[in-house]
């Protein structure tokens, strides 16, 4: 037990199986399942931006990429 755990959640990578901090955000819309304002966000380090985001685009789904650093505070941040 210790007062860390809360305050030093790292933000992690979503690639299946990758425990890597986050470096990107992804922000997707699939328009069959959300309606075009909506944004989810997938997190990926260096290594995994590329193959998500192409994940993502060959789908058609891919809106924006972000790089995390520059809202180290994450203001806006809503995780889904
Ligand atoms: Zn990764």
Redesign the pocket.
């Known amino acids: 037990m210790s007062a860390s755990d809360i305050s030093t959640e790292v933000l992690v ?1 979503s ?1 299946r199986g ?1 425990r ?1 901090s986050a470096g990107w955000s992804l922000r997707w819309n699939n328009p069959r399942l959300h309606p075009p304002e909506r944004r989810k966000t997938w997190l ?2 260096d ?2 931006r590329g193959s998500l985001g192409d994940f993502l685009a060959a789908r058609g789904f891919l809106r924006e990429v972000a790089p995390l650093t520059e809202s180290p505070t994450l203001e806006g941040w809503t995780r889904t």
């Open positions: 990578c690639a990758c890597a990926a380090c290594e995994h």
